[in-house]
């Protein structure tokens, strides 16, 4: 019986090539491109709308409470968004190198009432201050703020004007973004 060539080496180009690609996905997973450059100029909101959101310790507070004096964050995420997952504890950690500064995050959620239980497990996990998670359950933000997709995140300076949208996951510890949010929140 002779065997043919074909049928011994299928399984090894198979294997390759899912190797190749395999080995590609991690390595584009884990290096996040310039994030600086992913931050670009908002062109199709110009103010904070005077929207409110209730936060997880049952406070309801508007966008223009919130930035008053400060250089807000506005993080839309959700549990069912690995890249926002994959994000928040790096934000939490964002958050704690600024806490002496002029800048203030806050996080949307977008996930359905009946996770509410979920998102605050995740909180407590990551040691979130309940304050800053708020909660859209209808999913209202989108058209709102004209959201393509999750994680999108909005800067606004204390004059409620927002200046920066973020589409996609950046890092969020990197020395650079965090000296230039300094930066900002010094000059706005």
């Known amino acids: 019986m002779i065997i ?4 011994i080496c299928n ?6 090539i ?10 584009n997973a884990n290096n996040i491109p310039d994030s600086i450059k992913k931050i670009k100029v908002e062109e199709q909101i110009k103010n904070l709308p005077d929207v409110s959101f209730t936060n997880l310790e049952n406070k309801n507070k508007t966008l223009f409470e919130l930035s008053k004096d400060k250089l807000l964050i506005i993080n839309f995420w959700a549990l069912w968004c690995t890249p926002c997952v994959k994000e928040m504890p ?14 203030k995050i806050i996080y949307i959620n977008q996930d359905s009432f009946k996770d ?8 407590k996990k990551l040691n979130f201050e309940k304050k800053d998670i708020f909660i859209d359950f209808d999913m209202s933000s989108n058209k709102t703020f004209k959201l393509r997709g999750i994680p999108t995140t909005l800067i ?3 004059a409620g004007e927002i200046l920066w949208r973020i589409e996609g996951v950046i890092d969020w510890e990197s020395k ?6 300094k930066n900002e929140a010094k000059k706005n």
Not at 116 to 123: A, D, G, L, N, V
């Open 11 to 16: 399984p090894y180009i198979y294997f390759s």
């Open 176 to 181: 650079g973004i965090i000296s230039w949010l």
């Open 4 to 7: 043919s060539i074909k049928k």
């Open 90 to 103: 790096a934000l939490y950690n964002l958050s704690k190198k600024l806490k002496k500064t002029d800048v």
């Open 156 to 158: 606004s300076n204390k």
């Open 116 to 123: 509410y239980k979920k998102i605050e497990s995740f909180i």
């Open 18 to 27: 899912i190797l190749i690609m395999l080995t590609n996905i991690n390595c």
